[in-house]
């Protein structure tokens, strides 16, 4: 099979045309590189707070304990001692001691009713009475 000269110049045409297109005397223009990310330092310190244990959980046996708080609270007289277990609420607490809640954070020097804490050793004005 013979290919037509016309056709042979015109491929050879073509093939040195675009070689001669990557050809070029001028340097590349220089781009600049990858931007480097800037690091920030901020001036805030973390802080620490209280983390409020949801009614119900069934995480692990220790939760996020508040700061310490005031200790120069009294301990109410003939008051017994108990200690905030999983799904306890004042609010549980009043009704199983026959109380309020407001008399159980008055004898407790509790400010928020919903702050106390699973381990956390409050004073009731009786044992709860458990059903």
């Given amino acids: 099979m013979r290919i037509p000269a016309r056709t042979l110049l015109l491929l050879i045409g073509g093939i040195v045309f675009a070689l001669a297109c990557n050809l070029s005397r001028t340097p590349p223009t ?3 590189g990858p931007v480097q ?6 001036a805030i310190s973390p802080t620490l707070f209280a983390s409020i244990t949801p009614l119900g959980f069934t995480g692990g046996s220790n939760a996020t304990q508040p700061p310490s708080g005031d ?4 301990v109410p007289g003939n008051w017994v001692q108990y200690t905030i277990e999983i799904g306890d609420s004042l609010s549980s607490l009043a009704v199983a001691t026959s109380s ?8 407790n020097c509790l400010t928020d009713p919903d702050t106390v804490y699973i381990g956390q050793v ?7 009475i458990s059903g």
């Fill in 71 to 74: 200790t120069s609270c009294p």
């Fill in 100 to 107: 309020s809640i407001q008399e159980i954070m008055n004898g």
């Fill in 30 to 32: 220089p781009t600049a």
């Fill in 122 to 128: 409050i004073y009731l004005p009786r044992s709860p």
């Fill in 37 to 42: 990310p800037t690091q920030f330092s901020t």
